[in-house]
Each structure stands twice: as structure tokens, then as C-alpha cells.
């Protein structure tokens, strides 16, 4: 499956907003679909992940209550809800696919997306 992340930008210190990723090449709805940021300097880090039906998301503790994941496998897309940003927030959110996996393990993810560049100014 390909992947494409959009939806990246330059956002205040407070606000939001929305990333998709859109998904082509095989059924989309078989696939766990997971968001994973990479900091400046850092190491790439799990954000949230959700089900193949959308029935079960998983959500990093520094982004539960302000990240919401949700899907809509008619549209072969997945989205990440970025509400009250902070600069700790900037960083490369990348969108992955797995089979049978939905956890924060990277590494148990098989396709991914290019990334697109989130960044939050105080």
C-alpha cells in the first residue's frame, strides 16, 4: 500500500490541525493505521494508532486528550485531530500501515508514508 501524509503546516502555540493520510495500492480497510512524529534531533516516536475498523485507538500518553485519530476506509484515508499545540509538538508526522499490528512498535509497521512537517511557534 502507498501512502501520502498532507495537511502539514506553520501553527501558533494553541491552535490546530488536521493531517491526512490517503492510501492507495491495496484495501485499506485490512490495515492497523498508525502516526509517528520525529522531533528535531530526536528519535521517531509512536503517536496513535487505529484499528481496521476504526472500533479501537491506541494514543502516546504526551498526546492523549489532544490528538484523536479516526479513519474513513471509504475514503482510504486516516487522520490525526491536532488540537492545543505546543512547540514540543514540532516535528515530521509520518502515517504507517500495518497488517496485524497497533502498537507503538515501528519496526512491526510494513509501509509508510513520506512525512509531512508539522511546526509550532510559541
Known amino acids: 500500500v502507498q501512502l501520502q501524509a498532507s495537511g502539514g503546516g506553520l501553527v501558533q502555540a494553541g491552535g490546530s490541525l488536521r493531517l491526512s493520510c490517503a492510501a492507495s495500492?491495496?484495501?485499506?480497510?485490512?490495515?492497523?493505521m498508525g502516526w509517528f512524529r520525529q522531533a528535531p534531533g530526536k528519535e521517531r516516536e509512536f503517536a496513535a494508532a487505529?484499528?481496521?475498523?476504526?472500533?479501537?485507538?491506541r494514543y502516546a500518553d504526551s498526546v492523549k486528550g489532544r490528538f484523536t485519530i479516526s479513519r474513513d476506509n471509504a475514503k482510504n484515508t486516516v487522520y490525526l485531530q491536532m488540537n492545543s499545540l505546543n512547540p514540543e509538538a514540532t516535528a515530521v508526522y509520518y502515517c504507517a500501515a500495518s497488517t496485524y499490528y497497533g502498537g507503538n512498535n515501528q519496526g512491526r509497521y510494513e509501509f509508510w508514508g513520506q512525512g509531512t512537517q508539522v511546526t509550532v511557534s510559541s
Open positions: 495500492g491495496r484495501t485499506f480497510s485490512y490495515y492497523w
Open positions: 487505529i484499528s481496521p475498523s476504526g472500533s479501537s485507538t
